[in-house]
């Protein structure tokens, strides 16, 4: 369990590293770029040990296996596929309405963009550390704003892309991230070992990463790495999904069990934005 807690603290890293601050922030200084960097360091740290801590603390393990077709187990995972599955199109509709606007995507290229930045951290970090004790309705509002916010402060990527790359990249987004979702609900081979061998990865990866951002700015340094996140993601979608069927219970009361249900598609959530990135910068088309 403590390689999964490692594991789930370093997520999110590699796609918001690449594409925000190599093509949005290449302009600022290198303390600014550095400094950016640590502050989304910490927001995943936050997000990760808060779903791992919450889920660990809330859930019976001495209880035996869930089958995959248990009624209760089913609603579950279609209420944290759904809170997802809503909140990137609340994160698309958010980025279409700042592109849709000149005077809007203006200031999201701007300095108002770290002021996202900062207001994404804050909302991981009261959610983090308040998850045990605020209302579930206040966790969900959380999750939407956060949701919300991200479309602003990804809407700039609108510029960099045609609208068609960015379609057909959502799509194999889509396409990829469901079919590792449905292995990692189906399969009873244990994935932590998978999850753990991927860890190591995805650390490597992470340095290159900070490394290229800050300091290289290599096009074919950035495309290596996007072709391995893919795969590491690939490992690792499929390791989340099994984990948060894991923490499922059926004796949890119900806000317990929506307060799960936030975290895991808020973690869900991360997965998908980090794979649609690396895919757009993979496939898709600079305008």
Known sequence: MYACSLCSLTLLLA??????ITFSYQSYSLPFRLLIILVYNSLVLYVRFSVCVFMIKNTNV????????????????????????????????????CVSSPEILDVMTGGFSVFLMLATFGIVMYLSFRIN???????????????????????????????????????????????????????????????SFM?????????????????LHSGALQLGLSAITL?????????????????YNSNDP?????KKAVLGALNLYMDFINIFLAMLRIFGNRR
């Open 231 to 247: 795969v590491i993601f690939a490992g690792l979608t499929a390791y989340d999904v099994q984990k948060i069927k894991q923490f």
């Open 254 to 258: 119900v806000d317990i069990a929506g």
């Open 199 to 215: 860890f190591v990865g995805l650390m490597c990866l992470i340095i290159c990463s900070f490394v290229n951002a800050i300091l």
């Open 15 to 20: 796609g918001f590293i690449e594409d925000k």
């Open 62 to 97: 001495s209880r035996g296996p869930i089958s995959s077709f248990d009624g209760g187990l089913q609603k579950y995972m279609r209420s944290v596929f759904t809170r997802m599955f809503m909140a990137l199109c609340l994160t698309g509709i958010v980025a279409m309405i």
């Open 133 to 195: 004790k605020i209302p579930l309705d206040t966790a969900n509002a959380l999750f939407w704003v956060y949701s919300a916010l991200i479309g602003a402060f990804l809407s700039p990527l609108c510029l960099m892309y045609t609208g068609s790359s960015i379609a057909n990249c959502f799509f194999m987004t889509s396409t990829f991230f469901g079919g590792m979702s449905l292995l990692g609900y189906t399969t009873k081979k244990d994935l932590t070992s998978i999850g």
